[in-house]
């Protein structure tokens, strides 16, 4: 027996009542039963539970535990629905069956551009009766990983308050097997694994991968920073960066005269402290350097914000801290009146950011640069921390 449980969500990740849900079965062995209906309405908390079952005996029943099968669970008329595969053992059926669940998982991006992409998803681990299980460790696979190229970032070690797990995957054609070609990856799509706790069921997720065409280079954007100086302002709160950007077309020649937007957006900020550590061997219980301890990596929560008429994601402030502590200036004092900028006889143009001291080191940073070549956007960027 195997409890399904359908949750479904709205733009916040909080349960719909009252949601009609449909779970199909494809199985080819015709061994899988739904007990009960196949077409639901979601509880008070969003949840739709589908108990499935399997014959004691059966002819085909090799052929299930070799294949597996897969549900299908269908919501808003057919136009929004999420396939599972779920794995099949022969485990002895006299032992209680481990009905934990992991809910079908949920992408900020479900279509992914081939020539490289990135999605956050998030899955959510329940028990039989809907309810999310926190503090629980939800492992994850991509198939096909060293040939495709897709890696992933886990924002967590275990599952939050809500029962929820995310991670950040992304890819390039840089990135891809150079036997592995991008009409093969459209064909096999993304398939991600995922395993819950103890239990043995692998449950199997699938992101679409698209074609494009093949851009057609027209120029690039280089960003650039001083990366063994930097300045100190006179109050000495603040770090002056130096940065230059250079706007090339595509055989290198410099384009002067260029309008440039640029952008600095933090991506990760960090927790930890420092502390006096005895670094001799053996320990003689005396302390001689001064380490960050306990560094952890935060790159949530964040927000969409509207800049310029475009979405971007930052880092949301926590516990009453910002973390948009970057500004550009002309120089000491003199702030720059805006963020756009026109290229010299040499194609480029430098700058300086500033950043209070507090942050050096705890703050990872994006430098964006974009302009328009020949009618096509064209855009380059830099971290530094």
Request: one cysteine or more; hydrophobic letters at 35%; proline letters at 4%.
């Amino acid at each position: 027996q195997l409890t399904v449980t359908v949750r479904a969500l709205d733009a916040n990740k909080g349960g719909v009542s009252a949601i009609p849900v449909t779970l199909s079965i494809i199985d080819p062995t015709d061994n899988v039963r739904n007990s009960g209906v196949a077409k639901q309405i979601t509880d008070e908390s969003g949840n739709a539970v589908f108990i499935l079952t399997t014959p004691a005996t059966s002819t085909t029943l090799t052929d299930l535990i070799n294949n597996g099968f897969k549900i299908v669970a269908t919501t808003n008329d057919g136009k929004l629905n999420q396939e599972q595969t779920i794995a099949v053992t022969g485990a002895d059926t006299t032992i209680g069956a481990d009905t934990t669940s992991i809910v079908l998982f949920d992408a900020t991006k479900t279509s992914l551009n081939v020539r490289g992409d990135q999605t956050t998803i998030t899955l959510t681990a329940v028990d039989a009766n809907g309810a999310t299980l926190s503090k629980q460790a939800i492992s994850l696979k991509v198939k096909n990983s060293a040939l495709n190229g897709v890696k992933f970032t886990p924002n967590a070690t275990q599952t939050d308050a809500n029962g929820q797990i995310t991670y950040t995957l992304a890819f390039n054609e840089s990135q891809r097997a150079t036997n592995y070609n991008a009409a093969t990856f459209v064909t096999e799509d993304l398939i991600l694994e995922a395993n819950f706790g103890q239990s043995t069921k692998v449950y199997t997720y699938k992101l679409d991968v698209v074609d494009s065409a093949v851009p057609s280079p027209v120029g690039a954007i280089t960003v650039s920073y001083n990366p063994t100086k930097i300045e100190d302002s006179a109050t000495g709160v603040y770090y002056y960066q130096n940065v230059s950007v250079q706007v090339t077309d595509v055989d290198g020649k410099p384009i002067p005269n260029q309008d440039v937007v640029v952008g600095v957006n933090p991506t990760t900020y960090y927790k930890g402290n420092y502390s006096f550590v005895d670094t001799d061997t053996p320990p003689d219980n005396k302390a001689d350097e001064y380490w960050i301890l306990n560094q952890t990596t935060c790159t949530s929560p964040t927000i969409v914000v509207n800049s310029d008429g475009k979405k971007v994601t930052q880092l949301k402030p926590a516990n009453g801290h910002t973390v948009q502590v970057i500004s550009f200036i002309k120089g000491e004092g003199i702030p720059a009146t805006d963020n756009k900028y026109t290229t010299d006889a040499n194609g480029r143009f430098d700058l300086q950011i500033q950043y209070p001291k507090l942050y050096a080191s705890w703050l990872v940073a994006q430098l964006t640069a974009e302009a328009t070549v020949a009618n096509t956007m064209i855009n380059g960027s830099t971290s530094f921390r």
